[in-house]
């Protein structure tokens, strides 16, 4: 007993002087200088309101995504088999979050249709947008910003539904922090287009 005091004694000086000093704890990972996103090209206008009465509803829910785009690094298609990340990059919040909420303002623009998320559609009888971001980033064998959405719309009565696969290409002057973000958005807006014309042309 005495023997297990007295070392603990002499230790306790050690972890106060380690405590001290930065260098003795690091939390995580030193963050980029700037986190990235996207950016709407159509969304409602502010103030404008919005309401379902009238209107076809559409619940748009988050997109499922592969392992390789479930965190917030940003990813490059190193060969057919292989993944990097951007270094020094870092989405603002996930993937499946930004995209859906693009398509959700992409599709809601024009006032054609009322737009809800998953949570509302519970209670809002209307079509269902879902699907699989497949792809979120970049090819480097292309030098290509790639986005790539499979695309599921089920529609109010049971039983049926649509699939229907959209990509969008953008060029990427260089692969680095500086450089991937507007490529990614730009093509991530095409993608959003296509999928509201496919959605209120059906």
Same mark, same amino acid.
């Given at each position: ?17 380690? #405590? ?28 404008? #309101? ?9 619940? !748009? ?21 292989? !993944? ?68 599921? #719309? ?49």
């Amino acid at each position: 007993m005495r023997s297990s005091l007295h070392t603990a004694l002499k230790t306790l000086p050690l972890v106060s002087a380690c #405590l001290a000093l930065p260098a003795c704890v690091k939390i995580g990972a030193k963050p980029p200088p700037q986190l990235l996103t996207i950016a709407p090209k159509a969304s409602p206008q502010a103030g404008q #309101l919005q309401s379902s009465a009238g209107l076809p509803v559409l619940a !748009v829910f988050a997109p499922d995504v592969p392992r390789k785009l479930d965190n917030l690094r940003i990813a490059v298609q190193a060969s057919p088999t292989s !993944v990097a990340y951007v270094e020094k990059a870092q989405w603002a919040e996930a993937p499946r979050q930004m995209f859906r909420r693009l398509l959700a303002d992409t599709i809601a623009a024009d006032g054609a249709i009322y737009v809800a998320d998953g949570e509302q559609s519970a209670v809002l009888n209307g079509r269902r947008l879902s699907g699989t971001l497949v792809d979120f980033g970049i090819d480097a064998a292309t030098r290509e910003a790639v986005v790539t959405f499979d695309a599921t #719309l089920t529609s109010a009565a049971p039983g049926e539904a649509m699939r229907q696969r959209f990509t969008a290409r953008v060029p990427v002057r260089d692969i680095d922090a500086k450089h991937v973000a507007g490529p990614i958005s730009d093509a991530a807006n095409k993608v959003a287009a296509d999928v509201a014309a496919w959605v209120k042309g059906g």
